[in-house]
């Protein structure tokens, strides 16, 4: 005896798949983007606390470059707004996501209800 689901709950279970693997993957960008941008407000936070004149260097490959603190401030201050861009959009992307992710758990429920009554098992073929 095989188990059959029926087409539509079934398609419906797989779209429900898609969204939490298409959430799964926008979370963890998320956590990267936030990462950078934790470590980028640890710079600034730390190149505040230099004094003008500090000498300031920086990574460049294997190599350390000596570069201008306001300078480097100012390249970090830009990649501060993009990464803070970035983290909104992946939380207004998170939202919308969860919200699909809800309706349709809602629908995967209603089918269930109306193919298996009385919560019993998938019905045998």
């Known amino acids: 005896m095989t188990e059959r689901i029926p087409p539509e709950l079934k398609a419906e279970i797989v779209k429900l798949q898609q969204l939490q693997d298409q959430l799964n993957r926008v979370l963890t960008e998320k956590s990267v983007i936030d990462n950078q941008l934790r470590e980028v407000n640890k710079v600034l936070q730390e190149l505040t606390q230099l004094p003008s004149d500090a000498t300031v260097y ?13 300078d480097v ?8 707004t993009i990464l803070e861009l970035r983290s909104r959009t992946y939380q207004n ?33």
């Open 58 to 70: 920086k990574m460049v490959g294997n190599l350390l470059v000596k570069v201008n603190k306001d």
């Open 73 to 80: 401030q100012k390249e970090l201050d830009e990649q501060k």
């Open 93 to 125: 992307q998170e939202a919308k996501l969860r919200a699909q992710l809800e309706e349709r758990q809602k629908k995967v429920n209603e089918l269930m209800a109306k193919y298996y009554p009385q919560g019993g098992g998938v019905p045998k073929a």
